[in-house]
């Protein structure tokens, strides 16, 4: 990827035998993109806001991405879209929802008033169509993933519509909670939380199900690693005094582990 140009893409895939990236041209902040955009803005700020290159490079690709992959559904949901040779796939991944967390730190790194605004603004938009593939189900949890089409809006009725427990969605009001104080944020996850427990949990721990439409489609009978290192942790966190894991000394990578912020 050449860092001189702000661009939306990044190489997606490595050909371990030859040993070179491979560009598959489907920009993406869902699955295989999504860390690269991440560890941009997380290395700058693990780094003690000192690593001017990955905060050039985070902001850089922040533009374009706000120009080429956000839309407005007919409804008004604001949604995050893939893009497949440069056209915009109007759907949104569960995954895809860690970004509201990624745009609201830097909505609190801004250097401007009005682009603090305007990024926090963004994303809250996103944490509400995040939350409305959760409350347009009938489980409250929202499908892996949901689409903007004449059938579905924030919903997934005939394609990928099982919940792995994932902890993305979770994730994004956790840090919404934090940065802006809104008791709204923290009531959703309370939300989200009660559905887990009612639709998911099991004998000896929980398990994902098949169809967020229709839980008696059955459980998949696998309890994630990622359900207790990030789902249930940015729960609990949402739920403790902000000083546990403070943001100011504490910086959470992609599985959800804190690492210090360097001096």
């Not at 990044?10 to 070179?20: K, Q, Y």
């Not at 790194?109 to 939350?131: D, F, I, P, Q, V």
């Not at 394609?159 to 940065?179: A, K, Q, S, T």
């Not at 998949?220 to 290192?229: G, P």
Request: glycine content about 6%; some cysteine.
């Amino acid at each position: 990827m050449d860092e001189t140009v702000p661009h939306v893409s990044a190489n997606r895939a490595v050909r371990v035998t030859a040993g070179i990236a491979q560009n598959l041209n489907i920009p993406s902040l869902g699955a295989m993109g999504d860390s690269f955009y991440e560890y941009l803005i997380k290395s700058w700020l693990q780094s003690g806001k000192k690593n001017k290159q990955a905060r050039r490079m985070y902001w850089d690709v922040s533009k374009a991405i706000q120009e080429q992959m956000i839309f407005k559904s007919k409804s008004g949901l604001t949604y995050l879209a893939d893009l497949h040779d440069g056209l915009p796939h109007h759907e949104m991944g569960h995954l895809a929802c860690f970004s509201v967390g990624l745009f609201a730190l830097q909505a609190v790194n801004e250097r401007s008033y009005t682009e603090r605004e305007t990024t926090m603004k963004l994303a809250e938009e996103l944490g509400r169509t995040c939350h409305e593939s959760y409350i347009r189900s009938p489980t409250r949890i929202g499908p892996d993933l949901f689409y903007f089409n004449e059938v579905d809006d924030a919903t997934s009725k005939f394609g990928r519509n099982h919940y792995i427990l994932r902890p993305e969605v979770i994730e994004g009001f956790f840090y919404l909670w934090r940065l802006t104080r809104k008791k709204m944020y923290r009531d959703w996850v309370w939300d989200a939380i009660q559905a887990i427990d009612k639709y998911c949990r099991v004998e000896g721990g929980f398990s994902g199900i098949y169809n967020v439409y229709n839980p008696s489609v059955g459980y998949d009978d696998v309890q994630q690693s990622f359900f207790l290192a990030e789902t249930l942790k940015y729960a609990y966190l949402t739920f403790v005094d902000n000083s546990v894991i403070s943001l100011d000394s504490w910086v959470f990578n992609t599985e959800g582990h804190p690492l210090p912020v360097m001096a």
